[in-house]
T-cell receptor, first 114, second 115 residues
Framework: AQSVTQLGSHVSVSEGALVLLRCNYS??????LFWYVQYPNQGLQLLLK??????LVKGINGFEAEFKKSETSFHLTKPSAHMSDAAEYFC????????????FGDGTTLTVKP | KAGVTQTPRYLIKTRGQQVTLSCSPI?????VSWYQQTPGQGLQFLFE???????NKGNFPGRFSGRQFSNSRSEMNVSTLELGDSALYLC??????????????FGPGTRLTVL
């Protein structure tokens, strides 16, 4: 079975500061990793994903994440926070033996202070 | 290209009733997955349908069921509603082969409130 742990249910940063949202996963088979963002009363929007190949993945809105197998981590970063980044962020893992099923972390709510 | 649509967006039911939620995937997508989102349990996988067959199932009681039609549209049904079924129900579609690398595109969800 797969699992995802997001460290910190709430993260607060100042506008212009670095955003770092932490995600660790557990999987006995090669994982595919995803970050999603959810705004209030909306569905999830994909920010980026890691499948194979380059371990540093760039996504939309200036976000990127690095897959570190040795640390079983897939942390999400953005160099400079913008007010519009305030939302809830979910890390998810999928594996080929369970196609169509994503296992999500509990989410991290990002607050951006002016 | 139109995104994933879910109807209705909001629903209020009473305990013991049943409810049917609908999901229309992106054109050309053959896989539809359903998730339940609650403040206490987070995002939980319900089931996935591919080519009208349930391909994967989460750990939910039999009161939760689904189906997929030949046009890939999917419905989920919850019978004998309980207060704990109050949640945001999200569906996601993907092209979906057997690979989990396909991106899942999520709909806006149906907010179900059980009174």
């Amino acid at each position: 079975a797969q699992s995802v742990t997001q460290l910190g249910s709430h993260v607060s940063v100042s506008e212009g500061a670095l955003v770092l949202l932490r995600c660790n996963y557990s999987s006995s088979v090669p994982p595919y990793l995803f970050w999603y963002v959810q705004y209030p009363n909306q569905g999830l929007q994909l920010l980026l994903k890691y499948t194979t190949g380059a371990t540093l993945v760039k996504g939309i809105n200036g976000f990127e994440a690095e897959f570190k197998k040795s640390e079983t981590s897939f942390h999400l970063t953005k160099p400079s926070a913008h007010m519009s980044d305030a939302a809830e962020y979910f890390c998810a893992v999928r594996v080929n033996t369970n196609a169509g099923k994503s296992t999500f972390g509990d989410g991290t709510t990002l607050t951006v202070k002016p | 290209k139109a995104g994933v649509t879910q109807t209705p967006r909001y629903l209020i039911k009473t305990r013991g009733q049943q409810v049917t939620l609908s999901c229309s995937p992106i054109s050309g997508h053959r896989s539809v997955s359903w998730y339940q989102q609650t403040p206490g349990q987070g995002l939980q996988f319900l089931f996935e349908y591919f080519s009208e067959t349930q391909r994967n199932k989460g750990n939910f009681p039999g009161r939760f069921s689904g189906r997929q039609f030949s046009n890939s549209r999917s419905e989920m049904n919850v019978s004998t509603l309980e207060l704990g079924d109050s949640a945001l129900y999200l569906c996601a579609s993907s092209l979906a082969s057997s690979s989990s690398t396909d991106t899942q595109y999520f709909g806006p969800g149906t907010r179900l409130t059980v009174l």
